[in-house]
């Protein structure tokens, strides 16, 4: 019964169902464009190449590196928003993260040890 009631009511159902599903195929090509990093990082490489190789100086070089890591950080904010795992954890945008410390200038920098200061203990647990 399940087979005739297909038949009969394609006229209906089959353009909706057609149009369903390229919507869908259109909606996993558009995700996974938004969501690939490899042509960045190829991107970045190749970048890094020309410098090596002396094509282009280093203020060019960091131009295009900015342009570069500001296309990585979309990949990286559309990645979180469709809840796909991105390597390294949530990242805050510099401007966020301004917005939430509202503390005063020096606590926003790294806090760097001196060697000094710095100190390690080591404990294996062995008894002796």
Known sequence: MGFLKH??????????????FSLEKVEGAVRTELTDDASVKSDLMELQMQLELGDIDDEEYAVREAALMHRFRQVREWRERFGMATSGGLVKVAEEAEAEDAGPEDDRRPQVASSDEAQVDVTFGFDE
């Open 7 to 20: 038949l009969l009511f394609w006229p209906v159902t089959g353009p909706t169902f057609l149009a369903r």
